[in-house]
């Protein structure tokens, strides 16, 4: 991980991506209710299995003590070990739980049909400039995602609430308040167990990315704050994106994008490009165009959150319309994690 990432949010743990505390933005998160996003609980990044018993074992120690993966079984069971920025280290599993950090797998999509070489055939076509394809993406994935989202906001909904430690030279206990980016996190108190759950995709991006908008705006977060934060997944995959640019271009459903814009046509399913025409020479000014849409695609632009959460208003009423239409929370689990959640206000 480069180290010029700002610290916090991010953590520079070697060999994985994105890595941050969603509540560490700087200044910390404020929710309309005059409190902060708590600390030390939403963590979020790209694709763990790169990491070894060190990497895990410094993962712990920053408070990390479950790991939500929402890929699909192609992309957990990806063979290739440190080829490329997404690569898998044998045994990675195993040296998760000999750390003592547990995970469940929330596979959003079933595998048939969020396999990568699906994903490009069905969200290439939303490449252009506007944000319009990234809305409808995030569409799709949050009519999916139900179940898995429902799995991680009930271990958050039962996680014990924060209890600031009063010291000698603050007796009533504190909270994280302040916007001073450099103010000191509050002490919160907890098992020997890290409480911090870890929720992660391929890139950290989209369904982790649509994941936090929903939960933050449900908190209060205002929408720019939450796109601003979305937004430093730029920053985050910015030592990774050529790697991730030139594995999307590789992909069979990039060349089927690639020869229907040469051709003229949209590409409507994931036929558009018959086997014959697979086998076309790509020139290099449409190669080029494709490399740009790839560069959109991987891209974490703050309009895409501030459309997307839109969207969920139009559809669901608010986000936590959506938590409870879809995600069939109810009163008290919505009011747990506020609790968890929240600290002063």
């Not at 924060?162 to 000698?168: A, K, S, V």
């Not at 302040?178 to 108190?189: F, G």
């Not at 994690?337 to 206000?345: A, D, E, Q, T």
Request: glycine residues 12%.
């Amino acid at each position: 991980m480069s180290l010029s990432l700002p610290t916090p949010p991010f953590y520079a743990i070697p060999n994985i991506n994105n890595l941050r505390d969603a509540a560490l933005f700087p200044g910390g998160l404020p929710t309309t209710t005059g409190g902060k996003v708590r600390p030390g609980i939403l963590f979020r990044s790209a694709d763990v299995s790169q990491l070894d018993r060190g990497g895990w074992k410094a993962m712990r120690e920053i408070g990390i003590g479950h790991v939500f993966d929402l890929r699909s079984k192609p992309e957990v069971e990806k063979e290739g070990v440190d080829v490329d920025p997404m690569g898998v280290r044998p045994g990675w599993i195993q040296m998760m739980e000999a750390e003592g950090v547990e995970r469940t797998w929330v596979p959003v999509f079933e595998e048939s049909d969020y396999s990568p070489e699906r994903l490009a055939e069905r969200y290439l076509k939303y490449m252009g400039e506007g944000v319009e394809g990234f809305v409808q993406a995030y569409h799709d994935i949050l009519l999916h995602a139900g179940t898995s989202f429902r799995t991680i906001l009930l271990y958050l909904a039962n996680l014990p609430p924060p209890t600031p430690i009063p010291t000698l030279d603050t007796p009533k206990p504190s909270t994280f308040l302040s916007n001073d980016p450099s103010a000191p996190t509050p002490q919160i108190t907890t098992t020997n167990q890290p409480l911090g759950a870890l929720i992660h995709c391929t890139a950290g991006k989209d369904r982790t990315g649509i994941f936090f908008g929903i939960l933050l705006s449900f908190l209060g977060v205002p929408i720019p704050t939450i796109a601003a934060e979305y937004n430093l997944t730029e920053t985050g995959l910015q030592h990774a994106r050529d790697g991730l640019v030139a594995r999307l271009m590789k992909s069979p459903g990039f060349k089927k994008y690639t020869l229907t814009q040469m051709a003229g046509r949209e590409m409507k399913s994931a036929g558009g490009a018959g086997e014959g025409e697979m086998e076309k020479e790509i020139p290099k000014e449409v190669l080029e165009k494709g490399r740009k849409a790839a560069l959109r695609m991987v891209g974490a632009r703050v309009e895409s959150m501030v459309e997307a959460l839109g969207m969920v208003e139009r559809e669901w009423g608010s986000a936590e319309g959506y938590l409870r239409r879809v995600c069939g929370l109810g009163d008290e689990e919505l009011e747990d994690i506020r609790r968890v959640l929240v600290v002063g206000g």
